[in-house]
């Protein structure tokens, strides 16, 4: 595709519910990356795939936060029991490179809301 | 945890002046990247500098990198309105991921 694509683009949740963000990366892309960006802050690292393996999920706040890429392309971020906390921009970003330290594509994020 | 840190965390200058923006980490880095962000949207990458580097330009940008001193700064000449926007750096110090600073948040005045 053009670009990093994320959907939906705004959630609101009651809070308890579960909610799945999804990121299509520009294709052919190798790594992924989730970040999760609060108001006025930068943005933090949640989880980084190269192609499918889930090689680093260390940023991952607690074991409700999931994420897959089963078949290397599209990739979900699964929030489950949502907390107020959980509030924030969830960003999703590729780079056609294998390592690190290449230039990241991201994507319009999903603004998600928490009541 | 942030890696970088931008100085100041707000500027507002008028259209045609200069904007200089900082940023200072803590561990060794392979390189530092500039980004910027429009509100509401993704960030877009603006620059990367190498740590073999000590100034880079494109267009109206210039960024400068001081390993000694774990800085680095970014410099937009002429600045236009269409610059408003927030701006990170970040690095590449922790493994496989880049870590961002807080951010400056440039406002341009017409």
């Known amino acids: 595709g053009a670009g990093v694509s994320q959907s939906p683009r705004y959630k609101v949740a009651k809070r308890g519910q579960d909610v799945a963000l999804r990121c299509d990366p520009i294709?052919?892309?190798?790594?992924l990356f989730w970040y999760q960006q609060a108001l006025g802050q930068g943005p933090e690292f949640l989880t980084y795939?190269?192609?499918?393996?889930?090689?680093?999920k260390s940023g991952l706040p607690s074991d409700r936060f999931f994420a897959e890429r089963p078949e290397g392309s599209v990739s979900t971020l699964k929030i489950q029991r949502t907390q107020q906390e959980d509030s924030a921009v969830y960003l999703c970003a590729s780079s056609f490179y294998r390592g690190v330290g290449e230039k990241l594509f991201f994507g319009s994020g999903t603004q998600l809301s928490v009541l | 945890s942030q890696q970088g840190e931008e100085d100041p965390q707000a500027l507002s200058i008028q259209e045609g002046e200069n904007a200089t923006m900082n940023c200072s980490y803590k561990t060794s880095i392979n390189n530092l990247q500039w980004y910027r962000q429009n509100s509401g949207r993704g960030l877009v990458h603006l620059i990367l500098?190498?740590?073999?580097?000590r100034e880079k330009h494109s267009g109206r940008l210039r960024v400068t990198l001081d390993t000694s001193k774990k800085s680095s700064s970014l410099l937009i000449t002429a600045s236009r309105a269409a610059d408003t926007a927030s701006y990170f750096c970040?690095?590449?110090?922790?493994?496989?991921?880049?870590?961002f600073g807080a951010g400056t948040i440039l406002r341009v005045k017409s």
């Open positions: 500098i190498r740590s073999n580097e």
């Open positions: 294709s052919g892309h190798v790594s």
């Open positions: 970040a690095t590449d110090a922790d493994g496989n991921k880049l870590v």
């Open positions: 795939f190269q192609n499918e393996a889930q090689l680093d």
